[in-house]
C-alpha cells in the first residue's frame, strides 16, 4: 500500500523507516492536503463505530463493513470542499492484537470502499496506546489518546481547520470529549447507548444520514 505522509507544512513527505508515517511519538500521521491559505471547517470522524462497524479491534479487512449513511456523509463533506479527517484509537496495536501492517491493510480496505461511493478520507490520525499496555505511558501518550485532543489539535493545524466551525462524529464519549477540549464548535454522538457522562449539550443521538441533510448549515453555514 502506498502511504503518503505530508508534514505540518503540507509539502514534504515524512517516512520512518518501517514505512509507515509514523511521528516522533508513534502517532500515525497521513495529511493529504496541504494546510489552506484561508482557515476552513473540517470534519472529524472516529473510525470505528463510525465509519466502519466495531466488531472490536479491528485488525484484518475481512472484518471491514461500512456504516450506514458513513459514505454518503463523507461523499458529501468532499463535494462542499470540507476536509475529513479520521481521528482513531487503535489500542490493539498496544495490545499486540494487530501491528500498523493491519492497520495499513484495514485502512487500505476501508478506503476502497469508500471510493466506491465517490467518499475519500484527507487526513489519517491514529494513536496506539492503551494505559495498561503501553509501556511507561504518561501524560504525552495521554494527550494522544483519546480524549486527549492531540491528534485532532494536530490534524487541524495541518489543515488549518477552522476550529469555531468544524464538528467531530463520534460513537464514545472521549469521541466527543477530545473534541470539546480540543475547542470545537461541536459534537455528534452517534453511539447506540447515551452514556450518562455525555457532555448535555451532545445529548441527542442523531444518525449520519442527519448530518448528511445538515452539513453544509452546520459546517459551511449554509
Ligand atoms: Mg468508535
Redesign the pocket.
Known amino acids: 500500500m502506498a502511504v503518503a505522509c505530508l508534514n505540518a507544512n503540507g509539502m514534504e513527505p515524512v517516512t520512518n523507516r518501517t514505512g509507515w508515517p509514523l511521528n516522533g511519538d508513534g502517532i500515525w500521521v497521513d495529511i493529504r492536503q496541504p494546510a489552506s491559505i484561508a482557515p476552513r471547517p473540517v470534519l472529524f470522524l472516529?473510525?470505528?463505530?463510525?465509519i466502519n462497524r466495531?466488531t472490536g479491534y479491528v485488525g484484518d479487512p475481512v472484518d471491514v463493513e461500512l456504516m450506514p449513511g458513513a459514505a454518503q456523509l463523507i461523499a458529501y463533506a468532499n463535494r462542499c470542499g470540507v476536509p475529513v479527517a479520521v481521528i482513531?484509537?487503535q489500542s490493539g496495536i498496544a495490545r499486540e492484537l494487530f501491528g500498523w501492517e493491519d492497520f495499513a491493510a484495514v485502512m487500505a480496505c476501508l478506503e476502497k470502499l469508500l471510493e466506491e461511493q465517490a467518499a475519500s478520507l484527507d487526513a489519517i490520525m491514529a494513536c496506539p496506546f492503551h494505559p495498561d499496555f503501553t509501556a511507561g505511558y504518561g501524560a504525552r501518550h495521554a494527550d494522544w489518546r483519546k480524549p486527549g485532543s492531540r491528534m485532532i489539535r494536530t490534524a487541524a493545524e495541518a489543515l488549518n481547520a477552522d476550529l469555531t466551525k468544524s464538528w467531530i462524529v463520534?460513537?464514545?464519549v472521549t469521541?466527543i470529549q477530545a473534541g470539546a477540549d480540543a475547542g470545537l464548535a461541536g459534537g455528534l454522538f452517534v453511539?447506540t447507548e447515551i452514556p450518562a457522562d455525555l457532555p448535555s449539550e451532545t445529548r441527542s443521538t442523531l444518525s449520519l444520514a442527519a448530518l448528511h441533510s445538515d452539513l453544509r448549515t452546520v459546517l459551511v453555514g449554509g
Open positions: 472516529d473510525r470505528d463505530g463510525v466495531d482513531t484509537n463520534g460513537d464514545a469521541d453511539g
